[in-house]
């Protein structure tokens, strides 16, 4: 029989934990980082008691997910501990077999910069999901304010008016309810907050699956030179290969393989990618991994209490590379939010634009990895320029890592209409509801660490300070964190512009004049975002 303990408690003061987290994966554990950036405690129910490094998914880290890892002081411990640095190697290649010709080669991919870069403060990282994951338990565990329960699970959800519920299991069978102001539902793909909602994934799959396989060779040494990926597109078998270190680990993609390859056949595969029989190279399989790839969309991210982040809400295929980052820019955007209500600033109503701004992004990667699996499949051609045609939004998507925009939002002073997404190009621009463009204030200083962790205004050095002193007197009366930082030479501003910068680096409003009906225009919105759009 088991046993149930009917109520548990964060502390001894009885006191709802704020936030409950279902999922230790890099979604909830990024939103665990950003509310503990705001200094919003939470609680982690994860099943995986230790992060396995048998089977890495992600690789590409971007750079702006390197800039939120800035923001909360963990960047360089990603750095040190992945085994591949971006001054390493740029490079993809498409190859006949890794000891035949180079077709075709892009480089500088994923954001990948080997100096500092002027578009962004830090650049993308080749880093395994299982390194990533570690690095963020060791931080938020270090914070003080995450309470990681590892080796339990989430068996149910329960929202009341005032509260949630979470029924949790333990490995022994027993289980206790935990009660929160708000869960999070960063259980993955088959995530039962999503059941508990009412919401369902829409969308398609791909009709077979790939397998992955990773493995120990110590005399694959590519005759092209060193690649963060090599495209083998020979006439025998098709796929991708990268290293995973630089001490004989690497990752093969089988493409259409995942339904009938076993590790002895894998072997044999990746040897023709290779170019080389069995018996030519040493192949240890260390483990494989089955995965589909997957086109999905939740048809509602959240309920009053209860919030979809990352793959609970939304699955695309990780062609380019957007999966997990994609994940940490939801965890970012409802982080922040539910720590401006929990503080009392910011409306209820305020959560309700969690949806608006992340599904629009959701839906804008999809389409582009959907393209990019499209450029991958069977059909996949061997000709140099259709290869540079059809390939290069795939490694070179700063257009969309860094461009999108909120601009529809109700919190957003949008001035223009929507204009799509050029997966390909980022312009940097002060157009409300995108990223504030980077700057280098100095060599390693980037305008970025000097914001504030609530709203920044960007006022030019020669606004009149007494315009200025009435607006934080403003934000201060409604409780408003700002803080105020002179705009830097080096952007793409106009020398008389403010901007208001949210607390996730995307801007809020800009504007020539500052007056008092600018506070309502732009930070009053965060209070009255039901009302304020027409
Ligand atoms: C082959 C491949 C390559 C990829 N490459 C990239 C890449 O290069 N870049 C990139 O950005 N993305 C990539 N991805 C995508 C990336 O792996 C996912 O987007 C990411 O893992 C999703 O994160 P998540 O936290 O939303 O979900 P998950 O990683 O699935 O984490 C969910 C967590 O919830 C836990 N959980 C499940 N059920 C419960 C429950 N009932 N209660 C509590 N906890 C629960 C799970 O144990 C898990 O820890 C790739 C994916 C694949 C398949």
């Known amino acids: 029989m088991t046993n149930h303990t009917t109520m548990t408690f964060f502390n001894a003061q009885s006191t709802l934990p704020p ?11 990024a939103a665990a980082a950003e509310l503990a950036f705001h200094n919003v ?12 490094h048998a089977r890495p998914r992600a690789k590409t880290t971007s750079p702006r997910t390197m800039e939120h890892f800035r923001r909360w002081g963990v960047a360089d411990a990603i750095r ?5 640095s971006p001054q390493w190697n740029r490079r993809v290649v498409f190859c006949d077999t890794l000891k ?19 578009l962004f403060a830090e650049s993308g990282q080749q880093v395994p999901q299982p390194v990533v994951e570690e690095v963020l338990r060791e931080h938020v565990v270090s914070t003080g304010l995450v309470d990681l329960r590892l080796g339990e699970r989430a ?9 949630v519920t979470v029924t949790i299991e333990r490995p022994d069978g027993s289980s206790y309810d935990l009660v929160a102001e708000y869960v999070l539902g ?7 907050a999503r059941e508990s909602i009412g919401a369902t994934l829409q969308g398609s799959s791909a009709p077979t699956s790939n397998l992955n396989v990773v493995f120990k060779s110590t005399t694959l040494r590519p005759s092209m030179g060193d690649a963060v990926q090599y495209w083998v597109l020979g006439p025998e078998v098709k796929g991708a290969i990268g290293p995973l270190d630089r001490e004989g680990t690497w990752w093969a993609g089988l493409s259409g393989a995942g339904d009938w390859c076993d590790a002895r056949q894998a072997v044999r595969l990746i040897a023709a990618l290779a170019g080389r029989s069995e018996s030519e190279i040493d192949i240890e399989v260390l483990s494989t991994d089955r995965w589909t790839p997957r086109m999905l969309l939740a048809d509602r991210f959240a309920s009053d209490r209860v919030f979809l982040v990352g793959e609970s809400a939304h699955l695309n295929p990780p062609f380019g590379g957007h999966g997990f980052n994609t994940c940490v820019g939801d965890a970012v955007n409802i982080g922040w939010k539910i720590a401006a209500v929990l503080d009392g600033w910011g409306d209820r109503h305020l959560l309700g634009t969690y949806e608006n701004e992340r599904r629009t992004v959701a839906q804008e990667t999809i389409e582009a990895a959907a393209k990019n699996l499209r450029a991958s499949g069977p059909g996949i051609p061997r000709s140099p320029e259709l290869l540079q045609a059809t390939k290069t939004e795939e490694f070179h998507s700063l257009g969309l890592v860094l461009g999108y925009s909120y601009r529809d939002s109700p919190i957003i002073a949008s001035t223009t209409a929507a204009t799509p997404t050029n997966v390909q190009t980022y312009r940097p621009s002060t157009e409300p509801g995108g990223r504030l463009p980077h700057v280098w204030i100095s060599p390693g200083h980037a305008l970025y660490d000097d914001l504030g962790s609530g709203f920044t205004l960007l006022a030019p050095a020669h606004a009149d300070s007494v315009v200025v002193a009435r607006f934080v007197e403003r934000a201060v009366a409604q409780r408003i964190p700002l803080s105020v930082v002179s ?29 008092d009906a600018d506070l309502e225009r732009a930070v009053g919105r965060v209070q009255t975002s ?4 027409a």
């Open 155 to 163: 068996v149910k959800v329960h929202e009341a008016v005032d509260n």
């Open 487 to 515: 705009t830097p030479p080096g952007g793409p501003w106009t020398p008389d512009e403010f901007l208001l910068i949210r607390p996730d680096q995307h801007i809020a409003w800009s504007g020539e004049q500052l007056d």
């Open 41 to 52: 405690r939470s609680v982690i129910i994860e099943p995986r008691g230790e992060v396995s």
């Open 530 to 533: 039901d009302r304020t759009r």
């Open 80 to 84: 040190a501990r992945a085994p591949l």
């Open 100 to 118: 035949g010709s180079v077709i075709t080669e892009f480089d500088n991919v994923f954001g990948l910069s080997a100096e500092p870069h002027e």
């Open 19 to 29: 936030v409950i987290i279902m999922g230790a994966g890099p979604a909830g554990l």
């Open 186 to 192: 960063c259980d993955g793909c088959w995530s039962i």
